[in-house]
């Protein structure tokens, strides 16, 4: 039975004077995003929202998080993603050269496969030049069984009634976000495939 990659989007959300306002974070190098990551192995993607929603807004005092919708996905072409974290081997055997980790959740591009692995490549990008550029990249072999193209998204809404500043930062995967509310009714310019995830939190009546 192939794999299926489970991942999380949060949708924090307050009332305002002006209506609605969606909690986002703007990423150094990847643009303005919501909270979302990656369903670990045997947790529940209830528990894996409310997990994400936190560590990526540093809010401590987030409300139970309601189930909206999910979404599944086959990813297209050569995209795969890691649905568990593996070693990348310079050859396609397990006794050579282990020289980095791909983590769970990663989307690789494969280009050939020998022996039961798959010859891949994780490319880190900045999105915010014009145009984009790899910052980084890691190429090897993982085994294939390690990936899959089938994703299922979790999307949960978490209507939040604390307090907070206009602005703050949280300190995750080595970078440094910058929390803000944005009105639903006129959002900043968004990652776009992750801006037509909100279209499912209007369409629930948010």
Do not use: C
């Amino acid at each position: 039975m192939a794999l299926i990659a489970e991942k999380v989007t949060a949708f924090v959300t307050r009332a305002a004077p002006q209506g609605v306002e969606l909690l986002l974070f703007e990423h150094p190098y990847a643009g303005i995003q919501l909270p979302a990551g990656t369903v670990e192995a045997g947790e529940a993607h209830a528990v894996a929202a409310a997990r994400e929603a936190s560590e990526e807004t540093g809010l401590t005092d987030l409300p139970p998080g309601h189930h909206l919708a999910t979404q599944k996905e086959t990813l297209p072409g050569n995209h795969y993603m890691m649905a568990i974290t593996s070693r990348v081997y310079s050859r396609p055997e397990p006794t050579s050269f282990d020289w980095a980790t791909i983590r769970n959740g990663l989307v690789v591009e494969m280009h050939r496969r020998e022996a039961g692995y798959a010859h891949v490549t994780f490319a880190d990008l900045y999105r915010r030049a014009d145009p984009p550029y790899v910052t980084y990249q890691i190429t090897g072999w993982v085994p294939v069984e390690v990936l899959t193209r089938e994703v299922t998204r979790y999307f949960y809404h978490f209507p939040y009634q604390g307090q907070t500043p206009d602005t703050w930062p949280v300190d995750i995967d080595y970078h440094r976000f910058r929390l803000f509310w944005a009105p639903l009714a006129s959002l900043p310019a968004m990652i776009p495939y992750q801006r037509k995830w909100v279209d499912l939190l209007i369409a629930a009546g948010i």
